[in-house]
């Protein structure tokens, strides 16, 4: 195979930007018409630098980056503009020319590491792929590069990675065998398209570590596509913000995130929960409206009818374009009123709420424990079992009126805890009691009415939680009706409409299909139906992470009102320390089934904290450039909870590890304050005198 | 995976005592050992014939035992390789079958010969590239062939090249020996018909992994189209269709009764559908077994197949 420069030829000089679009328009063609995706995109990207585009789903952000890669499918066309690589129009490339660029000059990591790779053939094969093919080596050569490639992904034992499918690696791995398979080539641009959004958080701050670091390392430009401002923040140093298919700002990233000029983008920052905002002092403002389909766009500005400032005659007067905010600055915006908005005039926003009073106790959970016994193949024949400890003695008490977070990582055995708080499955040891009522051994069947109508749950997906063949209002009444709070037709729609007026949809809404609705108005429904039956407590199972960031300050704020009103007791299961920060008023933090620390908020967030809920503080990007964390690293990843080590379940990737000691005997459990505890063998005083992660910044 | 095929296998005896039982029961009546009596001796025979004539007729065939008695009794030949004798053509049913059952498997080596390559190909081109003329001309003949009845496809071939063209004997009865040329219809009426099935299912089966994340990956790796579809797609494609062609091992056993009959060819489907109008109780047991056998094994080599086929559920 020969490789006939076809970049090098180009006057490629350290002025040349390696990526220019100029006026992209980039549409999908369907049935109903032609749909653009992304409209007068512009992206200038010098070497080595590195750009993060940042928007909600459906802004267009990864239209183009397969834009980029020339690849948009059957339908989908590049109809304006053009896209210059090292100063070539890649419009113009021939399919080979393509071909060459692709994997060697433009390298891409995806979303789902484990869909991107193929199932069936080994790491080894389709690592060295990429040499053999664009660069035409021997294969021993190939394989030998792509095993140093994974060592220097930070791939513990590459030799058994290298001979393993891909199903056989967990996720962190399955990303870092991705970036390894993009830096094989060394290539001069990176595209990342949302690389960590399916990984935990402390996997994530390690690929984000490493993304950093083998960008400067082999000079690469990075284009790096999220929808987490944090992640942008920390990795690039520009950014672009989309929405709607047109970046509606650009520039460099503290200009853009100390002095925004696009409503827009405002309007973003306004609804992520950075440390700092509260859910009384400082509730979150979610932005109005929903996101126009492509086909539906509103003449002139797309984000005019969610606007606060439009204007009309001059917002919706057609074309908008991009200006700059001060001459030769690259910081533009396509708001034509930015120069007349007053930016520093606090947001004309939600009210402050007072803070409730939490009543008597609702749930007591005492030392409840979930075992799955598992039986497998050869092992069953000799009798031998595995236990998996989904739950390991948890105890806590929640309140009425209050909520309750519980915290962690994949695995951490906080959705088994709803299963067996909901009766789903049957609890191994131990004692949960609602109000007088006993739950950890009643199974939801032969729960009654009533006892199912106190604890609801709302769930983390709210596209598959509806019957789609059912109309909202039949979903909801069936609810009412069956845990008997209404009988009589009238009265079941007046309660109907009574939830509807509660979530803050229009009562027209009860006669609706659920794929009439978007997802933020779907988990609205799911709120309803679990509210029918005036619970005590509601289990919300990730509420929020499946909607956008915008939908999510809605929705996270219609919780807190519900609850504010109906004095429910809300259990918060989430990943998301951003969120639960804001909304939680305790927290409890778990890891592999156990919880490793819990307290009020505030004793949380800080000083004295266990190692682990350190090291999970100061992975979670925050969106605000003011803010200051301490770096923690923390080795590996999360074991399987079929194989826990022995000892503190943290041991394995805690950097405080006393050997002998962690590895040997549980942790003791050590009390500060009322009701915070941490369970960890380090001395109360050693705890005590951890620095705080996270330090709001002197700015404002 | 042992564990997997014992258990199997157990299920098939359990299928197998199951029905023949029910068969014997069911053959047992008054009315099948009469109707047995009118098929070997005449309607004017029987009906001619006295209480105690007839009594020992069935003595002589063995019909006077209890049913159970008789069960056992075949059971434990069975056991050691004798089926019995056929009522109808008083030949040991052992050989009768076998002779069968290798027409059969003639006439089901041909169709697979040439059905899976034309299959494999058409389904996997067409599914290459979704909407595609190509594509749109597989489906259509693929449609049109599945959807046209064996016994129609069979008439129109028969008409065509054997009455019209002349080229081809217009049933494969062989009364003067062997002759391959009668087996072309039957073979091409099978091959039409489940040719356009499993295309079909490859051709899903391809488009689904060429929309998949890992082809997207494949293609902006940088790797020639050939590569992408020879070694990334392919495997991942074949999975879903080999399982349905090994299923089809049961159906060309006791699906082919029309096209057997049809042509007057001398295979398993033609004796199990005599054996049934005749009553031959011995002949139907033995066949259901083999079916039986069939049906297990073909689903024994499919799941076997498919977990080495497929990484995931190998280690799983």
């Known amino acids: ?20 679009c100029r006026n992209l328009c980039v549409s999908y063609f369907t049935r109903a018409g032609e749909a653009p995706a992304v409209v007068d995109f512009n992206l200038k990207l010098m070497p080595g630098e590195a750009h993060g585009i940042v928007g909600e789903s459906g802004c267009g952000k990864s239209t183009v980056a397969l834009a980029i890669m020339n690849y948009m499918g059957r339908n989908g066309a590049i109809v304006g503009g053009e896209i210059l690589f090292q100063g070539r129009d ?32 080994r790491i080894a094969e389709q690592l060295a792929e990429v040499p053999l093919y664009h660069e035409g080596v021997s294969q021993r050569e190939a394989l030998a590069r792509a095993e140093s490639m994974l060592e220097q992904v930070r791939l513990p034992d590459p030799k058994r990675i290298m001979n393993s499918y891909p199903h056989q690696i967990s996720g962190g791995q399955q990303q870092r065998v991705v970036i390894a398979m993009a830096l094989l080539s060394n290539p001069s641009l990176l595209l990342l398209d949302e690389p960590t959004t399916a990984l935990d958080v402390t996997v994530e701050a390690g690929i984000v570590e490493l993304i950093k670091e083998v960008a400067a390392k082999f000079g690469t430009s990075l284009i790096y596509i999220s929808h987490n401002l944090g992640l942008i923040l920390e990795t690039c140093s520009r950014l672009t913000v989309m929405y709607s298919g047109e970046a509606v700002e650009t520039g460099a990233i503290h200009d853009v995130f100390d002095n925004m000029r696009h409503p827009y983008t405002r309007g973003l920052f306004g609804s992520i929960p950075v440390p700092g905002a509260n859910k009384n002092a400082r509730p979150l403002a979610a932005i109005r409206g929903q996101l126009p389909l492509p086909y539906a766009r509103p003449k002139g500005c797309f984000f ?3 606007c606060d400032y439009f204007v009309e005659g001059r917002c919706d007067q057609p074309p908008l374009m991009m200006h700059e905010v001060a001459p030769g600055s690259s910081h533009a915006t396509r708001c034509v009123r930015f120069a007349e908005i007053d930016w520093s005039a606090a947001k004309a926003s939600v009210a402050e709420r007072q803070p409730v009073q939490r009543g008597q106790v609702v749930l007591r959970v005492e030392d409840l424990s979930k075992h799955y016994i598992i039986e497998s193949g050869a092992a069953a024949l000799i009798g031998a079992r595995r236990t998996v400890k989904a739950n390991e003695k948890i105890s806590f008490r929640a309140h009425e009126a209050e909520t309750v977070a519980i915290v962690g990582e994949s695995g951490c055995g906080k959705s088994t805890f709803a299963k067996v708080l909901m009766g789903l499955e049957p609890a191994s040891a131990g004692k949960v009691q609602l109000g007088e009522i006993e739950l950890a051994n009643l199974p939801v069947q032969r729960r009654d009415k009533h006892t199912i109508s106190r604890l609801q749950m709302v769930f983390q997906n709210p596209f598959d939680t509806l019957n789609p063949s059912h109309t909202i209002g039949g979903q909801i009444g069936r ?8 009988s009589d037709p009238k009265k079941v729609q007046d309660r109907v409409d009574q939830l509807l007026d509660i979530v803050k949809l229009p009562r027209d809404f009860a006669k609706r299909l659920p794929r009439q609705l978007s997802g933020g108005q779907k988990q609205r429904v799911g709120i309803a139906r679990a509210f029918a039956g005036n619970p005590d407590m509601v289990i919300a199972d990730e509420p929020v992470s499946a909607l956008d960031v915008s939908v999510q300050a809605a929705v996270t704020g219609l919780l807190m009102d519900i609850q504010r009103e109906h004095r429910t007791t809300l259990l918060f299961i989430s990943h998301d320390l951003s969120v639960v920060r804001y909304l939680a008023d305790r927290i409890i933090v778990m890891y592999l089934g156990q919880i490793m620390e819990r307290g009020t908020t505030e004793e949380i967030f800080s ?30 990843e999360i074991p399987s909870p079929t194989k826990p080590p022995p000892g503190c379940p943290f041991q394995t990737r805690c950097h405080y590890m006393i050997k002998g000691v962690c590895d040997v005997t549980p942790p003791p459990l050590r009390e500060f304050g009322a009701d915070h505890v941490i369970a960890c063998h380090l001395e109360k005083d050693a705890l005590e005198k951890m620095e705080p992660v996270i330090t709001a910044g002197t700015a404002a | 995976m042992l564990k997997l095929i014992g258990s199997r296998l157990l299920q098939m005896l359990l299928i197998m005592g199951v029905i023949s039982f029910i068969l014997f029961a069911i053959f047992d009546s008054d009315k099948f050992k009469k109707q047995i009596a009118v098929n070997e001796l005449g309607g004017f025979a029987v009906s001619a014939l006295s209480e105690q004539d007839y009594q020992a007729w069935l003595e002589k065939k063995g019909l006077n035992v209890p049913f159970y008695q008789r069960y056992l009794n075949w059971v434990a030949g069975v056991a050691q390789g004798d089926f019995g004798k056929s009522f109808e053509k008083n030949e040991p049913v052992a050989d009768l079958l ?29 599914g290459m590239k979704e909407g595609s003329p190509q594509d749109r001309l597989t489906s259509f003949i693929s449609v049109l062939t599945t959807s046209l009845p064996e016994i129609a496809t069979a008439i129109i071939l028969t008409v065509i090249f054997a009455l019209g063209l002349r080229w081809l004997p217009p049933n494969a009865a062989m009364v003067n020996g062997w002759d391959w040329r009668a087996l072309v219809l039957p073979v091409l009426t099978l091959v039409l018909y489940d040719f356009g099935y499993v295309a079909r299912m490859t051709r899903a089966s391809m488009a689904e992994v060429m929309n998949s994340q890992y082809i997207r990956t494949a293609i902006l790796k940088g790797l020639p189209y050939r590569r992408v579809i020879l070694r990334h797609a392919l495997r991942n494609a074949l999975i879903a269709p080999f399982t349905i062609i090994v299923l089809q091992m049961n159906w060309l056993l006791s699906g082919v009764v029309v096209v057997e009959v049809f042509f007057q060819y001398a295979g398993f489907g033609k004796l199990l559908l005599d054996a049934a109008l005749f009553g031959d109780i011995y002949v139907i047991q033995a066949a259901t077994l083999v079916a039986v056998f069939v049906a297990v094994a073909s689903q024994i080599i499919s799941d076997v197949g498919y977990t080495f086929l497929n990484p995931r559920i190998r280690f799983a």
């Open chain 1, 304 to 306: 005019g009818p969610r």
């Open chain 1, 479 to 486: 609810v009412i009706r069956k845990f008997g709070v209404e």
């Open chain 1, 607 to 636: 000083p004295p904290y266990h190692p682990y809920t350190e090291a999970l503080l100061s992975a979670v990007p925050i969106a605000d450039a003011s803010v200051r964390k301490r770096k923690i690293v923390v080795a590996g």
């Open chain 1, 90 to 121: 890649m419009r113009t490339m021939t399919q080979e020319e393509l071909r060459r660029i692709r994997g060697s000059k433009i390298a891409m990591v995806y979303q789902e590491p484990m869909a991107s790779l193929n199932p069936s053939m």
């Open chain 1, 1 to 20: 195979m020969t490789e006939t420069p076809i970049v090098e030829a180009a006057t490629a000089t350290d002025r040349t930007p390696v990526l220019e």
């Open chain 2, 98 to 126: 076998a002779t069968r059952l290798v027409h059969t498997g003639l006439l089901a080596l041909w169709v697979f010969a040439l059905m899976i390559p034309l299959s494999l190909l058409f389904g996997v081109v067409a």
